[in-house]
């Protein structure tokens, strides 16, 4: 998908908002699970219920990948119902794959052309050749880790490498990066205080921001200090949505809280003077 | 698998070979594509030729992915071949994953619960609640990416943070995460003169080392560096073994490429007087 595409969708929608399907067996409906694909079931109904008010879904591999072979076909399924349903949508792997070049190009075959996401997660740590394999795909995008949501993001991205911190010097040196304006980042909500010296590096990449909800970020703090021009941002929302009620309702639950991060979006929008 | 039982499955052999399989439809004997799962097929004559030499087996998990469905239904048989017939062989998922807690609790179980893995490959970027989750599986073991055999190494793991390098931080914090018993390296042949500032930190944990053959790192300097007590090293050779031949003899030319490396190994074990 072209950026600009995506660009549109959220100015047509009032919304930047990711729904992340973090489908976990345990926590969806009972009724579910007589289905001969519980995983898929539960992310159709999601996805009908929930793409009004968003403009991109995001599967986190590790849940389909813990049922094995049964876990992989339910992601298959899935891409493929948002691939012929809704192209409109943005899709992201949540997968922080990233490798030596070979491999690399594997992992960017699997995702970009076997599964036909739009984009994918990636770790930085082994530097510019695990990324740029990535790069190489016309309208792919890779979403490269920055400042993750999580508190072990202070072991290592936050302290100093000469003049500033890691996480900066992987927005630094990603700059210098083949094709890097396929690059977006991950920036956790939980961080938003941060924003501000990110956007000073990246004023014009999108950022996929984790950590609303759940984890304790605030929508309010991410906005003010990460949206561009262009928006920029893309925020992402799992068990706050997905789980929002367990029972035989769970999908219009699921919808009235998308909607209500969607109407929140539509303020800050407007706030920001990026939509009328 | 517990350590000591690698240990001496290492004395045995005389050898601290893996190999790993990094198998690709393109570059695999073609009689092979006429077999109704021709990953699996090639695998399997691989390990049938190759295991008298060898104390573990790395799936290189990007090439599987890429094939989708088909190809995690070859990995699971590829694992269902090795641990049913040779459970005293140490397995490596060579996937190099890692996430916030939850989902590093996913990834845990898919390999070291439905895949049935000995170990697995880990990045570091996320820091210490993104590693820990796989530390609490007994008798498995995390294999945390230190220093790399790729260029890519130098952007940020052998970047000055504070007193020393990025990889010798990881080394240093990671020894304090629970469970930090359960945690091997990875560190590149390629950087064997690293070997010995990674010795100082880590004297006592395993290695597994990639890069030696087509990446150029030599055995010879691994080793001297290297090697501890306990053996301490894996040696993982790919390419190098798996595709010594691309004709119908491919399994007999890998037997004497793994054995002609066990007989290396020997030498060097000798040498340093840790087998007699």
Request: one cysteine or more; aromatic letters at 8%.
């Given at each position: 998908?072209?950026?600009?595409h ?6 047509k929608?009032k919304?930047f ?5 973090d489908?976990?067996?345990d926590?969806i ?6 289905e001969?694909?519980?995983?898929f079931?539960f ?13 991109a879904?995001k ?12 876990g992989w076909?339910?992601l ?7 691939n012929t349903?809704?192209p409109?949508?943005f899709?992201?792997?949540d997968a ?11 992992y960017?075959?699997?995702?970009f052309e076997?599964?036909?996401?739009d ?6 740590y082994?530097?510019r ?5 990535f790069?190489?795909f ?7 880790l920055a ?5 072990g ?6 302290k100093?490498?000469?003049a500033?911190e890691?996480?900066k010097?992987v927005l630094?040196?990603?700059k210098t990066?083949k ?16 924003l501000?010296d990110?956007?000073?590096?990246i ?8 950590g609303?909800?759940a984890q ?5 703090q ?7 021009k262009?928006i920029g ?10 789980y929002?009620?367990?029972?035989e309702?769970?999908a219009i639950?699921?919808q009235?809280q ?9 303020v ?7 939509i009328?």
């Open positions: 998908m072209k950026i600009e995506l660009i549109s969708q959220i100015r929608k919304s908002l990711c729904v992340g399907l489908t976990d067996l926590k409906p009972k009724h579910l699970l007589k001969e694909d519980p995983i079931a992310n159709k109904e999601i996805i009908d219920a929930t793409h009004p008010y968003c403009v879904y599967p986190n591999i590790a849940f389909y990948e813990a049922y094995g072979l049964k076909r339910s298959e399924r899935t891409m493929e119902y948002l349903n809704h409109e949508l899709t992201i792997a922080k794959r990233g490798d030596i070049g070979n491999t690399s190009t594997r960017a075959k699997a995702f076997t599964l036909n996401f984009s994918l997660t990636i770790a930085p082994m530097g050749d695990s990324v740029e394999p790069l190489q016309e309208d792919k995008h890779t979403i490269l400042l993750t949501s999580n508190k993001a202070f072991d290592f991205q936050t100093n490498v000469g500033h890691l996480y010097e630094t040196v990603s990066y094709n890097s304006n396929r690059l977006m980042y991950v920036v956790g909500a939980t961080k938003a205080d941060y501000k990110v956007r000073n590096i004023p014009d990449s999108f950022l996929l921001v984790p609303v909800g304790g970020g605030s929508l309010e991410v906005c003010q200090h990460g949206l561009n262009d941002l893309l925020i992402n929302s799992s068990r706050g949505i997905l929002a009620s367990q029972g309702d769970f639950m699921a009235r998308a909607k209500a991060l969607q109407q929140h979006m539509e800050e929008l407007k706030r920001a003077s990026l009328a």
